[in-house]
């Protein structure tokens, strides 16, 4: 939930070989530069509620007193201050640029504390409208009256925004509300905290107790300022609920989550959006970026996917070289400055060996690889696998072969789940938790990805069918897919039930077209 980027400083001098001879009587003196605007940092911008949010205002690397620039907005990570360091590089690994990049380009740069965190007061709700986006239009109203940005219209900033994970999930906030936001570039952010955070009513105890856990200790700073706690009532609330046996959220909490974001909200988005997703993300998956990304397209809004090996997780493939960069750059210069940039295509999604494909829209199924299988599990929560916050190969598990292709062939998407079981349990609602590894690359799990599978063993047989985890990959002839049926990951809160069950297992894994590489 954090963000960087790498700095470039041009030192240019010319000294012409005719004027250095000439008499010193006949050389004009060089006009004065005009200084460069300074940057304000710790600027205390009063918000709706009366709330102090500290802002710094960075102005375009080069830009002389009286130039007027884009400004960009750059969001933090959860339970962070916004960055102060001008210099700051991007992190391929979050995949957030950083300030150096922007202001070298020539935009303005302003950071933020949002509510809670750092020297800002008020408590955090989690990037909630009513709060944080009202935050987010009076540094709107700050921006506007800076002599250094340019204008569209009195009191209307030419405006950008970047940042990742909280500080990309604001951009779909403030750009649903204000329109002065003239295009964004949201990076691991999601679509309902409801299923990033308890999919399938499974809570996600390895994120949800980092998360709690930071929010709460860093946001601490913000008694600085007189405010009471990082966290607001009902995030604390779902804390306590997720965090502790039987780790269920309440109908309240479930409620004021889904309250955050709808659809309508990112329908109504009218700023070009360039959306940056990790492959490796076990927070906020490919899937939540993928309802995103057709959502906000599905108005006619002008909208890019860019997929990256990295995010919250571990890349455990090739991430490639850096794409973010060109392509958030790229993104502004096109909405912001009104250049004539390629952007590339619609959507860009990379494999396991950072090779990048563009296809003009979500990749179209082609077909599939299948496997099928049967066999009985004890359930149980001594049989975890997993490491935190990253599925891992599991030594307990119904094993369900994928049969290979005969040419290299691009997996990509959804792959989909019919289970068939029966089990008696005296805890009848529980789980058991569904992976693709690929034994021909040690045991790999295809992009660290697990997906909750709710059960009711009242034993009666039951058949479902649902999505597993999105996933990207390329797979070859010698691949040796694997789909895994375990009773417990790390990722997920304890399975509360123990039984003998049995399950016959079928999976359907998207396969789609030769789509071209990206140089």
Known sequence: MRKHVRIVAVAVGLLGSSLAAAPAALAAPAPAAAPTPASRTDVVVTSFDGTPIHT???????????????????????????????????????GSIGIAP??????????????????????????????????????????????????????????????????????????????RVDAITPTIAWNDLTSSLYKAGSFKTGWGALLCAEGTALGQLGSLVGNKGALSAPVRK?????????????????????????????TSITAPTLIIQGTADTLFTLDEATRNFNLISSTGTP???????????????????DRITPAVLNWFAKYLQKAPVDTGAA?????????????????EAAGALTGSGKGSLLLSPAALSGAVVAAAVAPSALNVPVTAPA????????????LTYRGSARQVNTHVYAQLIDKSRASLVLGNQVTPVPLVLDGREHTLTIPLEEVSYTATPSSRLVLQVTPATSVYALPRATALASFTATVAVPTVAAYPAVP
């Open 56 to 94: 710094n205002f960075f102005p375009a690397t080069g830009l002389a007193a009286g130039q007027q620039a884009p400004t960009v907005m750059v969001g933090p990570g959860f339970g962070v201050p916004g960055g102060r360091i001008p210099t700051s590089t991007t992190s391929t690994l979050i």
């Open 102 to 179: 922007l202001r070298n380009a020539g935009y303005n740069v302003v950071t933020w504390d949002p509510r809670g965190f750092g020297l800002s007061g008020g408590e955090a709700y989690v990037n909630n409208p009513a709060y944080e986006g009202r935050d987010g239009e009076a540094i709107i109203d700050f921006i506007a009256a800076q002599p250094e940005a340019r204008l569209d219209a009195p009191g209307d900033p030419v405006l950008g925004m970047a940042g990742a994970s909280y500080g990309g999930g604001i951009q779909f906030v403030l750009a649903a509300q204000d329109q």
């Open 238 to 266: 779902a804390c306590r609920e997720g965090l502790t046996y039987p780790n269920q959220l309440s109908a309240e909490s479930v409620a004021y989550f889904s309250s955050l974001t709808s659809d309508e909200m990112f």
């Open 303 to 321: 909208a890019k996917m860019l997929q990256f090996c990295g995010g919250h997780g571990l890349c455990n493939s090739t991430a490639g070289p």
């Open 347 to 363: 959507f860009e999604f990379i494999d396991q060996a950072g090779v990048t494909r563009g296809a003009p829209g979500y990749p």
């Open 407 to 418: 040419v290299s062939t691009s997996v990509f998407g959804a792959p989909q789940l019919t």
